[in-house]
């Protein structure tokens, strides 16, 4: 049974508690933060990359040269016909049977538009030249490749949400769009790239593992990832503490001065 510790952003206090709360694990949904506090589990780890160590394997080098016709450009956090036909794409190939499986287009576009924080749509595209020939399988045709909704924090880039072509296999576009994250951040001197949770054991979440100078948030500190069957007892229930006491430990930013009027 899963449960969640959680809070809403709303106001000029937002980005404040985005920032904070990022720090210890939380990660955002719209204008709400949360961070997994089921009770007879604690595996959900977040997990983010110091961008500083970061040093690609070869196989990462490769996926690199093999997407560098790719054009990026970030945007305003506004949803379009085209990244909706290429979610519905891309959930129907990797998660028919998942939790956003029925999403329509008016709940994508509250997913990507409704944030009280600084966030950015990163889009990768084809060029139109190469459009065609690009595609497996002859379908999609569209140049938009791969989609990134990214917020902004001021120590990294929290990578909210992505989705890619699923006929572009050979392209590995879900390890290029952290790839280039990790690129982004560089360029902005942002120390990290936060990826989201990380599960021991879970296939789905293991290509998070596959990363160089990954840390994740476990016992209240980030620590290196190290070896990933080390953290097999984050299952057992006996891993997880009381619900006050994670409450207890969290810290929140000073808050804002309040305003008055004359």
């Avoid at 080098?61 to 949803?79: G, I, Q, Y």
């Avoid at 029925?102 to 990163?122: G, H």
């Avoid at 890619?164 to 994250?181: A, F, N, V, W």
Wanted: hydrophobic share 35%; net charge negative; with cysteine.
């Amino acid at each position: 049974m899963e449960r969640k510790l959680f809070t809403a952003l709303q106001g000029d206090y937002s980005e404040k508690l985005n920032d904070t709360l990022s720090k210890q694990g939380f990660r955002r949904s719209q204008n709400v933060l949360y961070r997994p506090s089921c009770a007879d589990c604690s595996a959900c780890l977040s997990a983010r990359i110091r961008v500083a160590d970061f040093k690609p394997s070869r196989t990462q080098r490769r996926v690199k040269r093999r997407n560098s016709d790719l054009l990026r450009e970030a945007t305003s956090p506004w949803a379009t016909e085209d990244q909706f036909a290429l979610f519905r794409r891309y959930l129907d190939s990797r998660h028919a049977s998942g939790g956003m499986a029925d999403m329509d287009i008016f709940e994508f576009a509250a997913m990507i538009e409704e944030t009280p924080v600084r966030s950015r749509v990163v889009e990768y595209r084809l060029p139109e030249d190469s459009v065609a020939e690009a595609y497996e399988g002859g379908i999609g045709l569209s140049p938009l490749t791969a989609v990134c909704l990214t917020d902004v924090l001021d120590d990294g880039l929290s990578m909210v949400y992505s989705f890619y072509e699923p006929t572009m296999e050979k392209r590995s576009l879900g390890t290029h769009i952290i790839l280039d994250h990790i690129e982004i951040a560089r360029e902005a001197n942002l120390p990290y790239v936060y990826l989201g949770y990380w599960v021991p054991g879970s296939p789905k979440m293991g290509y998070k593992a596959n990363f160089d100078a990954v840390e994740i948030y476990k016992g209240g500190t980030w620590q290196p990832l190290g070896d990933p069957t080390a953290h097999d007892s984050e299952t057992h229930p006996l891993s997880v503490a009381p619900i006050a006491q994670q409450v207890a430990q969290i810290t929140l930013p000073e808050a804002l001065p309040t305003k008055t009027t004359r």
